[in-house]
């Protein structure tokens, strides 16, 4: 099993539509939640950084992260067609290094149609 | 100011051949850090680097692969007898700090024939 667990889609939403990403993770040790943005061919691209339980809004996306249940969602709002992408979340713990590692999920491939 | 960069884009090597591939991170960060993505999957770990050292290699698939920094700023990224299966992206990423935001390069994308 691996450690985050994420739907890999394909997701297709009409344009305007709220989307809902999600990802279940095993390791309580995780501290630190982000989801990431990734266009064809490109890096990924930060979208949103939480530290521990909690909600975080940022324009149209908010992220939830429910630590009890290792639970993370992003869901965006009045979804855009320059929102198609994969979205990527990823975990971080802390380490005796002070930081460590990031721990992806598969990614969900995401389109969102005009 | 600028992101950071890898290079090449690209490259296309054949089995058993020696490839580098070259991370420029942000200015100023001090951590950097590997990955590598195979097609629809996640990036995966391979290495950490804090400064010029080595913090944590536990992601490096077996001893073909080999990172170095060696000033504390470029990376380079060392594969022998290189294999099919190493066919990937790269990724270079870079933090200010260690609890920092990671922000990651471009990639390259690496094909063995």
């Known amino acids: 099993q691996k450690e985050v667990e994420q739907d890999p889609g394909p997701l297709s939403v009409p344009e305007g539509a709220i989307v809902s990403l999600n990802c279940t993770y095993s390791n309580s040790a995780f501290q630190y939640f982000m989801w990431y943005r990734q266009y064809s061919r490109k890096g990924p691209e930060l979208l949103m950084y939480t530290y521990s339980s909690g909600n975080k809004e940022d324009g149209r996306f908010t992220a939830q992260v429910d630590k009890s249940s290792k639970y993370i969602s992003l869901f965006i709002r009045d979804s855009q067609p320059s929102d198609s992408a994969t979205y990527l979340c990823a975990m971080m713990g802390i380490s005796n290094f002070g930081n460590e590692k990031l721990t992806f999920g598969t990614g969900t491939r995401l389109t969102i149609i005009p | 100011g600028a992101g950071v960069s890898q290079t090449p884009s690209n490259k296309v090597t054949e089995k058993g051949k020696y490839v580098e591939l070259r991370c420029d991170p942000i200015s100023g960060h001090t951590a950097l850090y590997w990955y590598r993505q195979s097609l629809g999957q996640g990036p995966e770990f391979l290495i950490y680097?804090?400064?010029?050292?080595?913090?944590?290699d536990s992601g490096l698939p077996n001893d073909r692969f080999f990172a170095v920094r060696p000033e504390g700023s470029v990376s380079t990224l060392k594969i022998q007898r290189t294999e099919r299966g190493d066919s990937a992206v790269y990724l270079c990423?870079?933090?200010?700090?260690?609890?920092?935001?990671?922000?990651f390069g471009p990639g390259t994308r690496l094909t063995v024939l």
């Open positions: 680097f804090q400064g010029t050292g080595a913090a944590d």
């Open positions: 990423a870079s933090s200010q700090d260690p609890t920092d935001t990671q922000y």
